[in-house]
């Protein structure tokens, strides 16, 4: 229902930095649980980074823990990832999604969410 525009992605080197921002087609926004995710060739999508509606509270995966932030504004309608001390195994597809549902979590299920950006690719070089 909500479509979604993801940029920033890119080719960095290990240890680099990228920023990746969503920006949603609805005003409503605010209202609604964010997520990135990240799949591989060969592998399973996952969940890297969620926020709650409210925006107090998060979720990260284990390997980003302390390199990845969600953040989100609502005012613009969009979500960021922001991605410090990149690894190569980082590289993936990165997908934004938005949960339109009622929920109170940061959720990290794919099928907590209704609507999906196309996705930006992300390369680390080693």
């Known amino acids: 229902q909500v479509q979604l525009a993801e940029s920033g992605g890119g080719l960095v080197q290990a240890g680099g930095s990228l920023k990746l921002s969503c920006t949603a087609s609805t005003r409503t926004f605010s209202s609604y649980a964010t997520g990135w995710f990240r799949q591989a060739p060969g592998k399973e999508r996952e969940c890297v980074a969620a926020?709650?509606?409210?925006?107090?509270?998060?979720y990260y995966s284990d390997s980003v823990k302390g390199r990845f932030t969600i953040s989100r504004d609502n005012a613009k309608s969009t979500v960021y990832l922001q991605m410090n001390g990149l690894k190569s195994e980082d590289t993936a597809v990165y997908y934004c999604?938005?949960?339109?549902?009622?929920?109170?979590?940061?959720?990290?299920?794919?099928?907590?969410?209704?609507?999906w950006g196309q996705g930006t690719q992300v390369t680390v070089s080693s």
């Open positions: 999604a938005v949960r339109e549902s009622i929920g109170n979590s940061a959720y990290a299920s794919v099928h907590a969410y209704d609507s």
């Open positions: 926020l709650n509606w409210r925006g107090t509270n998060t």
